[in-house]
């Protein structure tokens, strides 16, 4: 272990590397471990964290690990339990596709993917798309979002003579945390293996946090600590996977439960001294998530290939809202209260066919056929329930052509549905067309400089939240429109024989386009909201990635540095004209972000930091008018991992120290994060 | 050689301008909206801001007739030591004695501070609190908050009742379902009840409570979701139903306080409204489902005749740029119109003077949700 002394050092050091380092980005130096994934196929450079360095990169869930990708947005109450949605280029949460094994993760209730859910452990990769993932052989649903992030689950490897893999982990926090996982795999036959992996998580979320005011002459106004209540979180995750290759093709099935229960933390708002002492939070979320998937691939003869995917999931959500306080000696409810449970079911069915018309023409056909009820059942509610049903029917067609120096792919997608209530007005059944073209351009002979660009056109439809939930929805919503223009270029080298073996420089500009945007306002009765598409945002964005791996001797060294600018203005306008926010950035949008990762690797040590910075920004106020404006946060994290071969097994321990400067800040208004924190870490593989 | 030190000042501005820096307070900031207007004996008013949900955002703006100058967030300059300022959701304001009392909703507190230093006096516990009534030394505040019912939003509000000496609560009485706006008259209070968490079982009663005993005397029957109360010179009630925002509209009752009960119905849509002498300024902002946002009405009633008689409340066509009315205000004294423009609820919002006439006199920003005015002697 590190003194303390040394761990300041080594801080100082690293600090230091990065502001020298970011001072010269332009010249040369720095890595890669967000890896542009560089496939043949690949149109578009993307975002990919896989493997180790998403291992040793300070994360818990999915919803941390994305901070690094640039173009990214997390929202994020704070702690475990809290809520985590990812936007990408200010287009709206609805509007990325969040694929759990090719297959999308849906929420038809309000479209919100909570991705602080997704535990990193049994993540094999997280790869971001803007746009679209480059092939045309994919389902039409995967063509449907502005954005897309892959999360692929963990596939069985065996080394050698090896059939049976077995890992057990132990994870531990200052801020309480109880996190046992393990993960079988199993092969069967030489063509056949499985998995079973489990994780449990219990924490009570308690975390101490700070707010602290000077007044003008610099002498304190206030200065409070106070922590976090109402946070804890239980859940249970088991997932069972089947993996299986045939001599023309491959299959994939996969069974996954999650099972939590957690407290909804409120945001940190005044409150009276005697609510402060007696009150009692009763704010709970319950979920129950059952997924069922499977997927095959075949290639009958050459140059024709079909997958078949199919999902069923189950979801069922309790929300309980019963927070009551004492007055006048009396137990007495608090705020609007609500018992109300909701059960989603998704049923999916793809199928996509791919048909090589010459060596570098293809054409790809894809339809996918998607059900969709929600059922609900609400304490003390009496208005009737819609109990909405819908059916998608998606469809794809695409091509893509490869002459070398020139790559292009196009899509134009279908999406019909048809919806059907059991009260309350049904919204009108909806035909939508939408397309996309991506061009990629090597305009010289070396290879390492490619341009490229596209533009797509996507819908979202309404949520059934959007359209039904009582005294709230509007079955006359119409779908938001996306419209995306990116043009980028990506420049590389490669030199085994330097220290320095690569570096790479990758820039994207983007403009993008949200209308008929829904959005939820307020009418005079505070019990009685509205939503309307009178929505607008217009953004324009531009995004760096510079990275280098390089090697001295046993030392290896990776980095990778973002910075990421962007213009996201608020065209939004009410039904009587224009608000005094028109053209203002949008909500918790910074300017400026950016990020860097710096690692380390010495034989069987590894050090990674980390760092995000999150520039000034507006919280949801909406005006950019000095009481609306949130600091810049910005977070070092430091994680050291060592591993060490005992007998035939491998052990694994890390350390992690989040946050070490002690910031206290807010991602979203009055929902304090934690401030410097650590995490221990303990793996064997059996 | 100096390029690179200008260079370098300008990346060390940069840098410095990217990091945080300590929290200041919420400072107030001025603008001068009018000419002065010493002689008047209304001095000017306090406006309550109310702050969205969850933002911590409920703010006080004061404007002062001596020099036509109008401050935005008064209150966490003047009470700089009080943590997270104001509090949530601010629903009434209103000034008895050298005090200012203004209920913040969902920090569960009546704030008290002073009149004119605005300095804080007292925070006074009172859950869910909405509005404000004062008689004889006494506050009433009426409260969505009773005791824990098996159903959610079961529970029956109540009216609590604070001397304003001892800024404690003294005593406390059950009224309906969501109790709203009351008006006190002949040592009587009556409380509208709304029922809003109770969709679409609304309460459609009016309670009457008898101050001696502060015990409820009886519910009058008088409509679904009931909001604003005022009364006028010679002892009738009106009080507003919100309507169900489908079939039921929303209107006007007027309550015969001899006999207590409902002595007419007036077919006007009231979304807030105000009594001055035998005037009665409304405006109502119509929102049915299926319509959406309709036509905003304004109006003024004659109390005596109970007759409408003026279609305006402004007459140039300022209304064009108002997006949602919200608060309303007459001056008691000049006679000035105050109406202020909620926006989308979200941004920050407008007030508007308007001369009694109807002519725009002066219009500023104010802060999120501007709504709820108390005028100062």
Redesign the interface.
Known sequence: MLSKPQIQVLIIFLIHCLSVHSQEIKTDELETIIIEANQREQLIPVQKLSGKDLERLNSHSVADALRYFSGVKIKDYGGIGGLKTVDVRNMGTHHVGVMYNGMQIGNAQNGVVDLGKFSLDDVESITLYNGERNTIFQSAKEFASASNIYINAKKPHFDKEKKTNAIVRFKTASIQLFNPSFRVEQQLTPNISTSLSSEYIKSNGRYKFRQKKHNLDGTVAYDTTAYRTNSDIEAWRIENGWFGETPKGKWEANLYFYNSERGLPEAFIKKSQETMETEQKLERLWDKNFLAQSSWTHSPFDKYRFQIKGKFAYDYTRYLARNTVVFDDELVTQNLQADNSFFQQDYYLSIAHHYDITNNWDVAVATDLQYNKLNASRKGIQTPFSYPERLSFLTSIASSVNFGKFKAQAHILGTFTKENVKNNQKAPDRSLFTPSLVISFQPFNQKNFTIHSFYKNTYRLPTFNDLYYTNLGDANLKPESTNQINLGFQYQTQNEDAWLKTWKIKVESYYAKVENKIIATPTSSMFRWMMTNLGKVENYGLETNFSTHSKFGKLFLNTNFSYEYTIASDLSTTSSGKTTSYGDQIPYTPWHSGSAIISLDYEKWSLNYSFIYVGKRYNGNKNNIKRNEIQPWYTHDLSLNRTINWKKHTLKASIEANNLLNQYYDVVTNFPMPGRNFRFILSIEL | MKNIITFIILLSTLFLQ??????????SDSSTVTIPQPENNIKGFYLLNEG?M????A?IDKFDYQMGVYTR?VYSENN?????????VGNDIKIYGSKVYAT?N????VEVFDLHSGKHIK??????CRYLAFKEGKAYVSS?????AI?????IGFV?EIDTLSLE?IR?VEVGHQPEEMVIHNNKLYVANSG??????YDTTVSVVDLNNFTLLKNIEVAINL?RMRKDMDGDIYVSS?GD?GKTPSSLYIIDSQADTVKQHLKIPI?NMTINEDKLYFFG?P?T?DA??GKVNYGILNTKTKEIISTHLIQDGTE?????P?GLAVNPETKEIFITD?????????IYCFTPNGQLKWRT?G??IPAHFAFIY
């Open positions: 990217s990091c945080r820096k300590d929290e200041l307070i919420y400072l969205n969850g933002m911590n955002s703010t967030d700089p030591n009080i943590v997270k300022e104001l509090g949530d913040i969902v920090s569960n507190l925070a006074i516990h009172v859950p869910n969505y908050s009773g005791k824990v159903d959610p939003n079961a529970e609590a609560v406390k809003g968490y109770r969709v679409p079982a909001h919100r925002y979304s902002t929102y489902h959406g946002q064009k740029n108002i997006l949602i919200y909620a926006q989308d609820y979200v941004g920050t919002g407008y920003l802060g999120n």
